[in-house]
């Protein structure tokens, strides 16, 4: 529900799609705010990745794994939330799901799979 004060999205509200690591529903996106992106993540396949502008922040919601960062890998379970600063090469292991949140908004540009 959206109107001039305020949106409502339920994640029901919004179509999975496949990303970079699994399968998310995009909350809030770029074109709607530029400083933030939300999405809700399931884990699935990831692939080693950065951004050069973009810092990402993940909420673990349920579930457990770890998340590659340059090399080292963190255990993450419910109620960890990690920063992941520019141009740290990022993927997430394991099964879980986890709340995204990108400042500024997450773009295709700015995702750079690595090979």
Known sequence: MANERYVVRRPTDVQEERSTCGFRRRL????EFPDLSIS???LHNAKLHHHNRTTEFYYVIEGKGQL???GERV???PGVLV??????????LGDFTALI???PAWTTEDNIVDE
């Open 83 to 92: 920063r992941i600063n520019p141009p740290t090469r990022h993927r997430a």
């Open 28 to 31: 809030l996106k770029a074109d």
């Open 40 to 42: 809700l993540l399931n």
């Open 75 to 77: 255990d993450v379970e």
């Open 68 to 70: 590659e960062l340059d």
């Open 101 to 103: 949140l990108c400042s």
